[in-house]
């Protein structure tokens, strides 16, 4: 059974069927499948264990031969909370225990970042979600439907999450919107979070929301159903993560520049 309260775990969702690039879990970078390079990042932030939660043998195999952890999970899952839910009812988590979903496509996150998510939920007990963002730093970053931009209240709560770039600043973009505002900060959401296990397990029972269909963010059923995500400014910019093949090539070239 998990350990309690200060320590954390990390599930990393690990589907091997990615439409833009197949096989992603173990495409290799710098000799080593790309699975391996994430599990020992979320070794590295001091999580008290570490699992890959996947649909496919040939990852688990992968995991088992660097002597990690994996799980198998369903094939029918259509998102990594899910498979994460699946894990965490598997094992019996507690329901305060801390869960951080780290994708399987994030061979450079810093373990610092691993571990400040984890954190910050646990300073923020009245949340269900934490998660991170940083500052937007050019016009094109802002306008790229790519980029998932947040806006917070006054707590750092989140308001809402978009691929469009919010809040709309009426005054400079009437002018331009080849410039960012200087009055204003945007900030970009970063696709790392945090869970209470319980609340895993209750977030798969509700239904999905009409903004999180429109907006393809599944982030937005959480407050579309009155929960709270708290948002911290994340101690250091995350390097690329990998969806293409230009992606594997972008990141191979950092791991050989280290």
Avoid at 180 to 207: D, N, V
């Amino acid at each position: 059974m998990p350990g309690g309260g200060a320590e954390f775990s990390v599930i990393i969702p690990a589907r091997y069927g990615s439409q833009r690039l197949p096989g992603k879990p173990l495409r290799e970078i710098a000799g080593q499948p790309m699975i391996r390079h994430v599990y020992e990042r979320a070794l590295e932030s001091g999580a008290a264990e570490v699992i890959v939660a996947t649909d496919d043998e040939r990852v688990v195999d992968a995991v088992e031969s660097f002597g990690g952890t994996a799980c198998m999970t369903s094939t029918t899952h259509n998102s990594g909370s899910e498979r994460l839910a699946e894990v965490v009812a598997r094992l019996g988590y507690p329901s305060e225990r801390i869960v951080v979903n780290l994708q399987g496509d994030e061979p450079l996150m810093p373990p610092s970042l691993i571990r400040q998510v984890a954190q910050d939920l646990r300073q923020h007990p009245e949340a269900q979600v934490s998660t991170l963002c940083t500052p937007i730093r050019s016009a094109a970053q802002l306008f790229d439907p790519h980029i998932v931009k947040v806006v917070l209240d006054a707590a750092d709560y989140a308001l809402y999450f978009s691929r469009a770039p919010i809040p709309w600043d009426r005054e400079t973009f009437a002018e331009t919107t080849q410039r960012l505002p200087e009055r204003r900060e945007h900030l970009r959401h970063i696709g790392l979070y945090a869970y209470r296990a319980g609340y895993l397990t209750q977030f798969m029972a509700l239904s999905p929301a009409p903004l999180e269909r429109l907006e393809r963010l599944e982030q937005l059923r959480v407050l579309w159903h009155g929960g709270r995500i708290h948002v911290a400014k994340a101690c250091t910019v995350p390097a690329h993560g990998v969806d293409t093949p230009d992606d594997l090539k972008v990141v191979e070239k950092e791991f050989y520049n280290c």
